[in-house]
């Protein structure tokens, strides 16, 4: 029996402490593999549109070429900032913080796989549907994820129901996320990370709360782990553009907020200089100076 499964359905005969530390190496396991088949993605994603060219230019070229790779890269970085938080959860012995973050990483990365995987073979095109290329295996390959260690529902549910609603695992999740906010973020971001945290938080509780709310697990899930990435790439990009280095994270968990946690008008165009902007330097493989990365956000 699968250990997530076998967990939730209270398989007798074994130690709740053993198992949930097999569900947890487990859970990381399989959202480090889909952070990493992401990465692997990504990149031959960005190999054919820097070097093939269509309509006389070369794809990376392209408004919507870019716009797709953009869509590629961020749940690729995501998974990355999510699954190290977990895995140093895990080092510290942090319990409560690695009950929640394993489940997410689980859940939303593997999910995000599949689409990330899709979209890379469509930037090869007719190309990536034969065998000659890795995308077909890597397409394949990503389903897997949605079904091992739980499917989708069934971490949904662990995550809502027993995480937050009887270990109260989110509580921890929130202190850290408040922690990751002390870094140099300028203020105006830092207070609408801090603001979309609290309301993820506080989603995910009142769904728990509210036996008939199920349907809405998956959704207080997904938001809860936006809410988390985009917390700690903006720790990240800020403290590494504080030491001199790359601080283009902090532009990543901005489009985390537009992308994945906005409510943007359907029938509204975006702000395509700014995203143009963005997308320039996110494409590029020179480093943001955080005063540039401060610059683009205060934008």
């Known amino acids: 029996m699968e250990g997530a499964t076998a967990y939730l359905l209270g398989e007798p005969g074994r130690g709740l402490k053993q198992m949930m530390d097999q569900v947890n190496l487990s859970r990381l396991s399989h959202g480090f593999r889909?952070?990493?088949?992401?990465?692997?993605?990504?990149n031959e994603a960005l190999q054919v549109a820097r070097?093939?060219?269509?309509?006389?230019r070369t794809v990376i070229d392209h408004p919507l070429a870019r716009r797709q790779l953009l869509k590629l890269m961020l749940p690729t970085e995501q998974a990355l900032s999510v699954g190290l938080a977990a895995a140093v959860a895990m080092t510290r012995c942090d319990e409560q913080q690695l009950r929640i973050l394993t489940p997410l990483i689980k859940y939303r990365a593997c999910r995000d796989n599949v689409t990330v995987a899709t979209g890379a073979m469509e930037m090869r095109g007719g190309n990536g549907y034969i065998e000659d290329w890795v995308?077909?295996?890597?397409?394949?390959?990503?389903?897997?994820?949605l079904l091992w260690e739980g499917t989708s529902s069934v971490n949904a549910l662990d995550i809502i129901?027993?995480?937050?609603?009887?270990?109260?695992?989110?509580?921890?999740l929130a202190e850290e996320l408040h922690k990751r906010l002390d870094a140099p973020i300028p203020g105006q971001f830092r207070s609408r990370l801090a603001s979309l945290a609290d309301r993820a938080i506080a989603f995910a509780e009142e769904a728990a709360k509210r036996p008939e709310a199920e349907a809405s697990y998956r959704r207080a899930a997904s938001s809860l782990y936006h809410a988390t990435s985009a917390v700690l790439l903006a720790n990240e990009g800020a403290t590494l553009g504080r030491r001199g280095g790359d601080a283009r994270r902090l532009l990543l968990a901005r489009l985390v907020l537009d992308h994945r946690l906005g409510n943007a008008?359907?029938?509204?165009?975006?702000?395509?200089?700014w995203e143009d902007a963005v997308t320039a330097k996110l494409l590029d493989d020179k480093a943001v100076p955080l005063a540039e990365a401060e610059s683009l956000l205060a934008a």
């Open 135 to 145: 995308n077909a295996k890597l397409v394949r390959d990503a389903h897997l994820g």
């Open 161 to 172: 129901r027993r995480a937050v609603g009887r270990e109260r695992a989110h509580e921890a």
């Open 265 to 273: 008008d359907p029938f509204a165009l975006p702000d395509h200089n």
């Open 34 to 42: 889909a952070a990493g088949m992401m990465r692997r993605c990504l």
């Open 51 to 56: 070097h093939r060219k269509a309509f006389g």
